[in-house]
């Protein structure tokens, strides 16, 4: 017998034969359930990154079984790791090459904060450079964690209207970072 | 043990270079020379091109700075004599307002790099080098930051803040 969990559907109106919902519910369920992750691992934070993605942590169960290496085609950006004041210009490359709809997560104390690294040569939180949506906290996060965050940005998905680029808030957080 | 016991070492440099040198000590059993920039090509090239004391690998070229000392940066290089088993190292200190030094990279092309890093963090200029550019740090960053006058922490840090600890 097998219990696969389906995923719950979203509040509508239900009678016989149909189903009526919002279409920001019916695809905000579709994207929160098939993120596909680009990690951007420079550090000890992408080993445990590894052992998320590994059976027994196992990142697939939430549908984020498979990993875009291409900012093209990827829905979140996984920032795991320090990130020095070099490495800021090709993070923000990374994140301009994605196409909307674009999450940002920022996995552990450096890329939320600097971490132990405050100095000269180490950029102070990857939101210096591109906005974050989720900050993980931990040095480095245990699996259970980046789960936990990655499980928030699951939350920011299916509750997000369909057109949040097109939103005012929205453009005016992207033009505070020079971007667009 | 090295082949060449020091005393022989710095026979053969003195004879070959008579005062045109001062010797620092020997900590740890490693030689330590000081020289003049006006020298430094020349004993480097001797001590690689000698036939008995081959030091063919340069192990380091890197800085020092002592803020308030007379001569402030120093340039420091660490050669090997992968035939003897002996190293040596030697040290040239410049005026801050002019740090410059002949390059190394006429002798060993790994001088290159090495070369970069020690422009990028003192600032030391090596003159006919064939690409002085930073290595390390941003290229639009304008200090040089091993100096001990740069503040190491970053000043966009916001969580060390006092108020976050009610000082």
Known sequence: ?180 | MGKITNEELLKKIGDQFPDQFTVIGEPFGLLTIETTRENITAILSFLKADAVLQFIYLTDITGIHFPGAERQIGVIYHLHSLVNNVRIRLKVFLNDGDVHIPTATTIWDGANWMERETYDLFGVIFDGHPDLRRILNVDDMTAFPMRKEFPLEDPNRVDKKDYFFGR
């Open chain 1, 1 to 180: 017998m097998s219990d696969i969990k389906l995923v719950d559907a979203p509040a509508g109106v239900e009678g016989a034969g149909f189903f009526a919902t919002s279409i920001d519910k019916a695809v905000g369920m579709a994207r929160a359930n098939s993120l596909w992750p680009l990690p951007f691992a420079t550090s000890c934070c992408g080993i445990e990154f590894m052992a998320t993605m590994s059976p027994h942590y196992d990142l697939a169960r939430f549908g984020a079984e498979r990993l875009s290496f291409s900012p093209r085609q990827a829905d979140l950006l996984m920032v795991m790791g320090t990130i020095s004041k070099k490495m800021g210009p090709v993070l923000r490359q990374v994140y301009l090459q994605m196409a909307e709809p674009r999450w940002v997560m920022a996995v552990g104390a450096c890329a939320s904060s600097g971490g132990i690294f405050d100095t000269y040569s180490v950029l102070q939180g990857i939101d210096e450079v591109i906005p974050v949506d989720v900050y993980v906290p931990g040095c480095p996060p245990r699996p259970e964690a980046i789960i936990d965050g990655f499980m928030d940005i699951q939350k920011l998905v299916r509750s997000e209207t369909g057109r949040r680029r097109n939103e005012p808030k929205y453009q005016e957080l992207l033009a505070s970072y020079g971007i667009q």
